[in-house]
């Protein structure tokens, strides 16, 4: 029977929250009521009389939605799923079936017990399957067989029709293929609520695990360093990582704070037989590390250097023995591994962002990335930054239209998490985790002309369709560095191909040596001629973009930052520290580089995205 709890009930205060303590974010935007249900018929007539009430219904399996998409709900209803969470199989030989409140540790427990089987799902005990597994369901063992999203094959799902009717569906690649592609990663309620996840096989439960910890002491971690040692783990998912013989290798790097005086690095391997017999990829990716003196973690926690020892009975590279290497291996069983250390915690206040990476860390990152741990503020003294390795079996391209997952590509997870304790840190910890995830992300942007010129165009009111549209580069990668680039040098690299509304994207490359901006770098910048910035415009030129610093003027110009301001007088836009133009194969190809809506503002990030 479905339980009923509205604000006079005792359990109200409790139920009305997930995870995340800053939501409801005040009494008035809490639900009026919470409907925990454990079954799917429950649900469905739990859903019916929602809708019939004309309350907005919201959707908790586990509660531990990073935002206020749940919990935030002025007058409306949470349908509470934690009660629906049996783990079983339709017969005796039919797909096994997951309810969406079951939390992953119990899932894992009873695919092991009952059938020898395993989910590639996440590490957290307590998390709920519904938004995890409908969101992608990533885990130590998603590098080794995929997202859990790639094993759904139906769902069972509630959706309500334009009339207010609530439909009963099972869905398969027969029936409503469309939606259950759907459902495959773009789900979290987004299409109606999945009361039961269903998978005709499942991976087998790997025997044993092998797990490593590298320690690194921030005291010798000087700015470069910190460099080498972040590129060195982005270029090996770049690279090495995406061969086969890797995919059981799965690692955690978190940055905490330098005042903390270190950080870690969680290694996991397994084989693709479920067992760490051969030691091989393993031993190879922690040699990588060896030049940057890691320290050795052992189990009662104390820090110390030594050499890592071989396994017995483990297959080690030859030559690899006697590496000096702060690292020890230990072969455990997998299941100890994956419900071990895995629970929530009490709920707190806190804010988490993400970000997928297709491509290493470059120098500018790393730079952003040591100065914030390195720094005074209070978010990076609250904070980790996860980088997790992603790829693998996850890159699939078979998946790309069977799923909706649309990082499938990414080599790397990133995952920002910040917590404290009460509403008073609210405002200072999001404006700095925010401000450091636009340092780290923000290069390429627009300029409005208000940006250099006193009462002129701001951003939101420019038309949309002015970033979207045909752009040529031209390329003019002999100008490095610092040399000019003439009228002469457009009309010989593009002058046969521009057209009039057209957007002129420079290429020399001197992005892909961003340092943060140094003045080095700046000066090392080429730089537009007067001939050349008049060119743009009497070519009809709409945008202008760089992948070089922008403010450089001829040696003798009239004022300073001269072409850009004379640029934004003639209302052409300015779209700086642009990357990858070296990607670009085609003369002509359609750029989209949407700003953000920003009011009373002169620039905005952008993602600059082309077309080919």
Not at 410 to 417: A, C, E, H, R
Request: proline residues 5%; glycine residues 10%.
């Amino acid at each position: 029977m479905t339980v009923g709890v509205n604000r006079n009930d005792p359990r109200f205060d409790t139920l009305k929250r997930g995870h995340n303590a800053r939501f409801p974010s005040s009494d008035a935007d809490a639900a009026d009521r919470i409907l925990l249900c454990s079954s799917h018929d429950e649900t469905a007539q739990a859903l019916r009389k929602v809708v019939a009430a004309g309350l907005r219904p919201t959707v908790r399996s586990g509660g531990h939605c990073y935002e206020d998409f749940v919990s935030n709900n002025p007058h409306g209803a949470i349908i509470d799923l934690s009660l629906c969470n049996t783990v079983d199989r339709d017969g005796e030989n039919g797909p096994y079936r997951v309810a969406p409140g079951a939390v992953l540790g119990d899932v894992y427990l009873e695919l092991y017990k009952r059938y020898d089987l395993t989910l590639p799902a996440g590490s957290c005990y307590m998390v709920g399957a519904g938004g995890h597994i409908s969101g992608g369901g990533y885990g130590f063992l998603s590098r080794l067989h995929g997202l859990t999203s790639d094993w759904i094959t139906g769902v069972d799902i509630l959706t309500v029709d334009s009339k207010g009717n609530v439909i009963e569906r099972r869905v398969d690649k027969d029936h409503d293929p469309d939606l259950l592609r759907a459902c495959r990663g773009a789900g979290n309620g987004n299409f109606g609520i999945i009361t039961s996840f269903r998978f005709d096989k499942l991976p087998p439960a790997p025997r044993e695990v092998a797990q490593a910890n590298l320690i690194f002491d921030w005291a010798t971690m000087m700015e470069d360093r910190f460099t080498q040692m972040l590129t060195t783990y982005g270029d090996y998912w770049e690279g090495r990582g995406k061969d086969p013989d890797t995919w059981g290798l799965f690692t955690l790097l978190d940055i905490t704070p330098a005042k903390r005086g270190h950080f870690g690095l969680y290694i996991q391997y397994c084989q693709p037989d479920g067992t760490a017999k051969d030691l091989s990829v393993l031993e190879e990716f922690l040699n990588r590390f060896a030049a940057f003196q890691p320290m050795l973690l052992q189990a009662h926690g104390s820090l110390i250097s030594r050499q890592g020892p071989s396994i017995a009975g483990r297959k080690i590279p030859k030559g690899q023995e006697g590496l000096n290497n702060a690292h020890e291996i230990a072969v455990r069983p997998a299941l100890d591994v994956t419900i071990g250390g895995g629970g929530s915690g009490s709920p707190t206040r806190g804010k988490y962002k993400s970000s997928y990476m297709k491509r290493s860390f470059t120098p500018a990152e790393a730079s952003t990335i040591y100065r914030f741990y390195n720094s005074d503020q209070i978010t990076a003294q609250n904070s980790v930054l996860s980088v997790d390795s992603y790829g693998g079996a996850i890159n699939r391209p078979e998946l790309t239209h069977q799923t909706s997952i649309a990082q499938r590509s990414s080599i790397m997870k990133l995952q920002w998490q910040c917590y404290w304790p009460d509403a008073s840190g609210d405002q200072i910890h999001l404006e700095q985790l925010d401000k450091f995830y636009t340092d780290l992300y923000t290069g390429s942007h627009v300029d409005a002309p208000e940006h250099n010129v006193r009462g002129g165009t701001q951003i939101h009111q420019l038309p949309l369709d002015l970033f979207i549209g045909d752009a040529v580069v031209a390329d003019l990668r002999d100008k490095l560095p610092a040399k000019a680039i003439t009228a002469k040098d457009l009309e010989k690299s593009v002058g046969k191909d521009i057209r009039k509304g057209d957007r002129l994207l420079l290429r020399t490359d001197h992005n892909n040596t961003y340092d943060g901006g140094s003045e080095k770098w700046m000066k090392d910048s080429p730089y537009l001629t007067i001939d050349a910035t008049m060119w743009c415009i009497e070519k009809g030129i709409v945008i202008v973009g760089y992948d070089f610093y922008h403010g450089n003027d001829e040696p003798g110009s009239p004022r300073v930052f001269h072409n850009s301001r004379t640029l934004s007088e003639h209302g052409v836009i300015t779209m700086p520290y642009l990357k990858n133009l070296d990607r670009i194969d085609k003369q002509r190809f359609t750029l989209i580089g949407l700003p953000l809506k920003l009011i009373d503002a002169e620039a905005s990030p952008i993602r600059a995205v082309a077309l080919l």
